[in-house]
């Protein structure tokens, strides 16, 4: 992994890994199939977030694309003579996995197209920030398959049945604002604009309490598909445990004394 600015960094690589302060910042690097995900792209993404993930430094992640584009799908030369097994013996779906399941937040900074697996990547993070000009979709049905990575379910579980149906059977583009519109993004920002945006609030997350944080998300995703019942005991259980951190006393205290917290993870 690179530091900001370390001469290592070079689009050579598939995956470009950059710390900015407390903030990675994962480059998919792949012009000349725009950024399309192959086993090489899918790895390297998996091996610089374990190492961020591991790294206490590290307190959120940015990942976008590269020559204007996100990512304009899976890549289907690699893809058109693969069998069910090898797909399982090559975890093709490892890094939608990884990413969900992070200890930090991932942030999604989409430019151009988010396309296919490109769109399963982006809705796989916490927070998606898309140019207004750029474009979504899961085009997987025009080459014989259908989403296989959360497509489906991430569309379904954000804009409903009838915009799922609508756009998984006909694999039509969706438009950076109506894709906004429908929960599918978080914010929309001028043309060129979402990596900066992305790493602002990347920066600001950073600044927060990280037990917090991951009790915030932990909240999210247990208690999104839990009934409300459930959900509620979840979330009240880990507001409740956050009470035996020091980051607690000390935003609390800091509050009272009117000066910034110093928050330790602890």
Not at 42 to 51: D, G, S, T, W
Not at 59 to 88: C, K, L, N, Q
Not at 112 to 125: D, H, I, Q, R
Not at 216 to 241: K, M, N, Q, T
Request: hydrophobic share 45%; charged share 25%; glycine share 10%.
């Amino acid at each position: 992994m690179a530091e900001h600015g370390d001469p290592q960094e070079t689009t050579a690589s598939a995956v470009v890994c950059s710390r900015h302060g407390p903030v990675g910042l994962l480059s998919i690097c792949r012009p000349e199939r725009r950024n399309a995900l192959n086993l090489r792209v899918k790895r390297a993404i998996v091996e610089h977030l374990q190492r961020l993930g591991a790294d206490a430094a590290v307190r959120a992640v940015v990942i976008t694309g590269s020559d204007g584009y996100f990512v304009a799908g899976t890549d289907i030369a690699e893809m058109e003579h693969m069998s069910p097994t090898d797909h399982v013996l090559g975890a093709t779906d490892e890094v939608f996995h990884v990413i969900r399941r992070s200890s930090k937040p991932v942030i999604a900074a989409v430019e151009g197209y988010a396309l296919g697996g490109g769109c399963e990547l982006a809705l796989a993070c916490d927070i998606v920030i898309a140019a207004e000009d750029a474009r979504f979709g899961q085009p997987e049905i025009r080459v014989g398959i259908m989403p296989g990575a959360g497509g489906t379910l991430h569309l379904l579980r954000a804009a409903g049945r009838y915009k799922t149906l609508l756009w998984s059977l006909t694999g039509d583009m969706i438009p950076a604002r109506e894709a906004h519109l429908a929960n599918l993004v978080s914010e929309l920002v001028p043309k060129g604009e979402a990596l900066a945006r992305a790493m602002a609030i990347a920066e600001q997350i950073a600044g927060m309490p990280p037990l917090a944080v991951q009790s915030i998300r932990d909240a999210v995703r247990w208690g999104g598909d839990a009934p409300l019942e459930s959900a509620l005991a979840i979330e009240r259980r880990l507001f409740e445990r956050l009470f035996d951190s020091r980051d607690q006393k000390e935003g609390m205290r800091a509050f009272l004394e009117k000066r910034a917290p110093a928050y330790q993870g602890r």
